[in-house]
Every structure is written in structure tokens, then in C-alpha cells.
């Protein structure tokens, strides 16, 4: 008699992945309509963006979405990487769990070899098509293309129809002439898809929207259902620094995962391993670590126990070990941040972009992680709605599972208020014209599901964001503070350069007496000196305009600076006043004791590349008291420019300086 144990083993068997994933959809973020359309977008879009930056190219990449039936769509990505050679074309679109980057310890989008396959294989699941996947690599004469499906049972790819191609022709064939004939060399792959096109914040056009926010560097063109050409594009030439593989840093990591490192290294030593399989660790540090636990340096790996693991562990949370290093990661950069936000979101006319905040390296499961953020506050953004977040992982945006990420668990917990934004309940999102960007660099991003939509809720991620999000709202609170300033200064600007001197025409008028002069009374009232900046769109791209008023009882002489990048600099910056430009686009005006009651104008034209690059918060003053300065803050110290003593200049004239006549001219001692 057969027992219930043997009849159930018979029907005991594998799984293959492929097949798991084929009935657990859902877990891979095919739960919808309308995600399974933008999922398939973006794992394709992510693999591009990742081939060209290995291959050091400046991404290009083509999307384009057709309607073949009521829900059918046909996705078409094209992009100008590296290529894929033939024989790995099949698996890269065909086999789940396959890629290079898995084992990989650095930054990359694309991490399990899932999603463009996953993809595929959806689209075969909902509409019974093969994919066409195509490809040429730099300096073969032919590329090569081939319909693509999934063997769910076996997890291995079916192909047909292979067969080599002119990519020139290839391109021309599937009418995506537009920019890539110049190209040689790139992949193409072109599926059906059941979904559904919507439009709003969770849409194909907003996914790569908030994609070239954080991939500045690439130029991204979008064709909808309706043939409608969008162009994203690029902000900059400059490439991301390529990331490095490196070895885990032991900060954080799990006892299992370090009993399974020690199982399989081909250290002999337990000095050795540390040092050969972890990042950061020195002979010193090595030996200080075994010391702590009361190991020997000698004793094999393999060989120990459960409780000197245990020791192991703890020691190293014990003893001190430098921050991992950061050539692993590929953080977008302030600079960058920065302008991304402004080229992509200019049509919104933002008032404010806070300087982004970068902070240093952390460490969580031995996967060194930076967090960036950074705000874009006024202009055209809602007043009574909530905050924008804009999330992303490794330059990904984060469209779905806003409420289960880490990156709004910081926000919520945050008390917006103290920083000029309106929080009902003391509590949660905040409300304002505001737009909240956060961005988590990781070797792994810990994401909650491998649809990778939210970032899980580490304590020590969480710390970092809210330390991020901090700064960023300090420099936005000083900006609400300095306007509201500005704002009451301006009021009493303007009624005492109008009201006054109506008053003295007046009072001279009843008394039959000359109108006198009140300058004087004018500097003594308002005892600042007025700098404010404003630009015109021209053109040749900006006019900048910069005016000095100086209302102190005293002739006034210091520096104003500001930063533009250097090729956005018109021949038009060179006047009378400029003191140096550096080749990095840091300018420098020296204003020559200016007289009291007189001002000066400065005006520059910036070509259409720095447009978008002008803030009136970028201008900054040295060499005189901030205390005294209304429309610009004190030079940061990190120009690298040495403080300069604070002074007023003494009024009587030195023979060798000029003078500004009442229109701001120079005029000489002499005359």
C-alpha cells in the first residue's frame, strides 16, 4: 500500500523561475493594465541608459508606444549603446534571472536580469507574440535580428526568423529614421502588450519626464499613441562617473551572510578573509577586529563555530572602520541635480530651486548607499494641493508604493511648518507650491518588492533622508525668510522714493521755497544697500541685469560674484566693472566706491544653454558687511576665496580709484 507521504512526494517537482513568475505576475509589478504598460517601458529604458553608460556613450533613446487593438499596444525601444553580441541576444530578452550584474557589488538600474525578459514574456502571455529583438555591436559589418518568446517551463528563450541585417536598412524599416542613421551600432526591441495608455502623474510621459530630471546627461524622445513627438532633452554633455565593483563593507552585515562569505573564501587565514573579501579593512583593523572578539588570526574561515561567528560580528560592530568608499556609487551631484530640475521643469517658471543637498556615504547590510535631495518651491506649482514627491533609486524614478516608501516615511515624520510649508494635523505631506525631489544611490537599493516601486524603510536610510530633506528645507526656509525681508524692504523703498520727495515738492511749494535735496534724509531712512537682479528672455537666450543702490551714509567698495557654466557666458560679460572670470564660469564684479545715494548697473547676456542656469539667489557679496546687504547673501566659503576683512570705506578719495557719477558712469577725481 502506497502511503500518503509517497503519493504526495511523486507529485513533488521544480519550478522554474520563469514559471513562478509566470503565475505570481503581480510580484514583478504586472498587477494592472496601466502599470504593465509604463513596467515594460521602463525595464527597457533602464537597460539602455545602463549599456550606454558603461560604454561611456551619451544616451540616446527613442520610446515609442502604438495601439494595435482596444488594449494591445506595441512598445518600440531603441537606444545607441554598446549592442549585444548575437549569441546573448536570445537570453538578455528570454531568460529571467539572466545578466551581468547580479553579482556585481556597484550602482547600476538594472540588478536581477528580470525585467526586460519579465516583460517579454508578459507581452507573449497577453497577446500570444514573440518579441523582435535586434541588435548591432561597434565595428561588425551586420547586425543581427530574431523574433523572441519565453519557455516558461524550462526558463530558456525560443527564437526564429534569425537573420543578419544592414542596421541603416534595419532602422528605415521600422521607421525610426528621425537620428539614427548616424548611430552604428545599439539595440532595438519591439513587443505587443496588453494595457492600457493613460495620461497624469503615473504615465509613460511623466516616467521619462522625472527620468531626465536625474539622467541629465541623456536625450530621451517620446512618440504616443497619438504620434505626438516629445524631446527630452539633454542638459549636459558630461557623462556620470563610472561605477566600480567593489568588495561589501562589513558595517551591517548579517550573521548568515558572513558565515556564507566565510564558507566559501579562499582565504586560508581569518586576517586573510577580512582583509581579501571586505572593503576597508587593513592589517590593523584586521588584526583589531580579531583581537575584539577573541579570534585567532590564524584559524581558518571554515572552521568556526557559530558562536566566534557571532563574536566575529560583533567585534566588527565594535571596532571603528573607515566610511566605505564612493567610487561604487554614481550620485547625480549638486551641480547636476540642479540642473536637471531647471531644464525639465522650467515650463513651470519655479521661483526658488534649493541647493541640493548630497550627503556622505552610509552603510546598510554591508551596501554603501548616498541619499541626495533636493526642492523647487513658487512660480506655476499649486498652492493648496500637496507637495510633489519625486523619488528614485539608482537615477529610476518611483512611480507606484508612495505611501510604503522610505523616502515619504521621511517626509511625513518632518515638521514642515518651522520651514514656511502648510501642514494640516502637524503631521504627513505637506501642502504648498513645492515640488520634494529624493534620490538613493545604492550598490543595492532595498527595494520592497522586485517591481522595485518603493524603497524599504531602513532606520538608518530613513536617518539620512530626513538629514537630507533637512538641509534643503533650511535653505528654503532662509529663501522665504530673505523674500519676506525683501518684500517689507521694497514696500518701504518704494514709499520713501515716492512719497517723500512728492511730500518735499509739496512742503517746498506751500513755503515758496526751493525743493530741497533729501538724499540725505532717503540714506538715512533706509541704511541698506539695494542689489537686485532680474533677466529677460532674448533672443540670443538671457539678459541679466544686476543693480546696485547704495542707501548708506557711506561710499561703498566690495565684490559682487556669481557662477554660470563657462560656455553659456556671452562675449557681453566683459564690461567696465568685471574684476575676473574664471574658466569655470565663476564671475567676479569689483564695485569701486560707490558713492552714497548713487548706483550701478551691470547687465550680461547668457546664451540659450545657460537660460534656464539664472536664479536672482545666485548673486553673492564680499568685502562688506552682509548686515548692510538686502538682495544678495555673503560668498559661501567653498569658492575657495579668502574671507575679506568687513570694512566701510573711509569717504575721502583715493587719486589712483574712480568715482560713479549719478547715472553709474565712472568719472575722474580730478574733474
Request: hydrophobic share 35%; charged share 25%; glycine share 8%.
Amino acid at each position: 500500500m502506497v502511503s500518503t507521504a509517497e503519493r504526495l512526494a511523486k507529485k513533488q517537482k521544480e519550478i522554474s523561475v520563469s514559471e513562478f513568475f509566470e503565475k505570481n505576475r503581480h510580484i514583478l509589478g504586472f498587477d494592472s493594465l496601466s502599470k504593465s504598460l509604463i513596467m515594460g517601458v521602463k525595464e527597457a529604458t533602464d537597460n539602455s541608459l545602463d549599456a550606454c553608460e558603461e560604454a561611456g556613450v551619451l544616451p540616446e533613446v527613442y520610446v515609442g508606444i502604438d495601439r494595435t487593438g482596444k488594449e494591445d499596444f506595441r512598445v518600440t525601444i531603441l537606444d545607441n549603446g554598446p549592442g549585444i553580441v548575437k549569441k546573448n541576444l536570445p537570453n538578455v530578452f528570454g531568460r529571467l534571472l539572466y545578466g551581468s550584474r547580479f553579482h556585481s557589488l556597484r550602482q547600476s538600474r538594472g540588478q536581477q536580469g528580470i525585467g526586460i525578459s519579465a516583460t517579454v514574456m508578459y507581452g507573449q502571455m497577453t497577446t500570444g507574440r514573440p518579441a523582435i529583438g535586434a541588435s548591432k555591436i561597434e565595428g561588425s559589418d551586420t547586425g543581427w535580428s530574431m523574433e523572441i518568446s519565453v519557455d516558461t517551463k524550462r526558463n530558456r528563450p525560443n527564437t526564429r526568423n534569425e537573420q543578419a541585417v544592414i542596421w541603416e536598412s534595419f532602422i528605415a524599416e521600422q521607421g525610426l529614421t528621425m537620428m539614427w542613421t548616424e548611430y552604428d551600432h545599439g539595440t532595438f526591441i519591439s513587443y505587443t502588450t496588453k494595457g492600457r495608455y493613460i495620461t497624469g502623474k503615473q504615465s509613460i510621459y511623466e516616467y521619462l519626464r522625472q527620468t531626465a530630471i536625474v539622467n541629465p546627461h541623456a536625450r530621451i524622445t517620446f512618440v504616443d499613441i497619438e504620434n505626438k513627438v516629445t524631446i527630452f532633452e539633454r542638459a549636459t554633455t558630461e557623462m556620470p562617473p563610472v561605477a566600480k565593483e567593489i568588495k561589501p563593507h562589513p558595517t551591517g552585515i548579517e550573521l548568515g551572510v558572513l558565515m556564507s562569505m566565510a564558507k566559501t573564501t579562499k582565504a586560508r587565514q581569518l586576517s586573510a578573509f577580512l582583509k581579501q573579501d571586505f572593503s576597508r579593512i587593513s592589517d590593523r583593523v584586521a588584526n583589531e577586529i580579531c583581537e575584539t572578539g577573541g579570534l585567532n588570526i590564524n584559524k581558518k574561515p571554515q572552521s568556526l563555530s557559530l558562536e566566534e561567528y557571532k563574536s566575529l560580528l560583533d567585534a566588527i560592530d565594535t571596532v571603528k572602520i573607515m566610511a566605505p568608499q564612493t567610487d561604487c556609487l554614481s550620485p547625480i551631484g549638486e551641480a547636476l541635480i540642479r540642473k536637471g530640475l531647471r531644464h525639465v521643469l522650467n515650463e513651470m517658471r519655479p521661483d526658488y530651486y534649493a541647493p541640493p543637498v548630497s550627503r556622505s556615504p552610509k552603510v546598510t547590510s554591508g551596501n554603501p548607499f548616498i541619499v541626495e535631495a533636493g526642492i523647487v518651491y513658487g512660480g506655476d506649482l499649486p498652492k493648496d494641493q500637496q507637495v510633489q514627491i519625486l523619488r528614485f533609486g539608482n537615477r529610476v524614478p518611483l512611480l507606484y508604493q508612495q505611501g510604503a516608501c522610505v523616502i515619504t516615511k521621511a517626509i511625513e515624520g518632518i515638521n514642515w511648518r518651522q520651514y514656511g510649508l502648510e501642514q494640516r494635523g502637524g503631521r504627513g505631506i505637506p501642502y504648498g507650491p513645492a515640488i520634494i525631489m529624493v534620490h538613493v544611490a545604492s550598490t543595492k537599493v532595498p527595494f520592497t518588492s522586485e517591481a522595485k516601486e518603493a524603497i524599504a524603510n531602513l532606520e538608518v536610510m530613513r536617518q539620512e533622508v530626513d538629514l537630507a530633506l533637512r538641509g534643503c528645507a533650511r535653505n528654503l526656509k532662509r529663501h522665504l525668510n530673505k523674500q519676506e525681508k525683501r518684500k517689507k524692504t521694497r514696500v518701504k523703498f518704494e514709499i520713501v522714493q515716492e512719497i517723500l520727495p512728492q511730500i518735499a515738492i509739496k512742503s517746498a511749494a506751500i513755503l515758496e521755497r526751493d525743493v530741497p535735496d533729501i538724499s540725505g534724509t532717503i540714506t538715512k531712512i533706509m541704511n541698506v544697500i539695494w542689489i537686485d537682479a532680474s533677466a529677460e528672455r532674448t533672443k540670443k537666450g538671457l539678459r541679466v541685469t544686476v543693480r546696485v543702490f547704495n542707501y548708506t551714509n557711506k561710499k561703498q567698495t566690495f565684490k559682487l560674484h556669481t557662477l554660470f557654466p563657462r560656455e553659456a557666458l556671452d562675449e557681453s560679460i566683459i564690461s567696465d566693472h568685471i574684476a575676473d572670470v574664471e574658466d569655470d564660469g565663476r564671475i567676479t564684479w569689483e564695485i569701486k566706491k560707490l558713492p552714497k545715494t548713487n548706483s550701478v548697473e551691470i547687465s550680461f547676456d547668457l546664451k540659450e544653454l545657460g537660460a534656464s542656469d539664472f536664479d536672482e539667489n545666485d548673486i553673492y557679496v564680499s568685502g562688506v558687511n552682509p548686515a548692510l546687504v538686502m538682495g544678495a547673501d555673503q560668498l559661501p566659503g567653498d569658492w575657495g576665496i579668502k574671507a575679506m576683512d568687513i570694512t566701510e570705506v573711509e569717504e575721502e578719495d583715493d587719486d589712483d580709484e574712480l568715482d560713479y557719477d549719478e547715472n553709474g558712469g565712472t568719472i575722474d577725481d580730478e574733474e
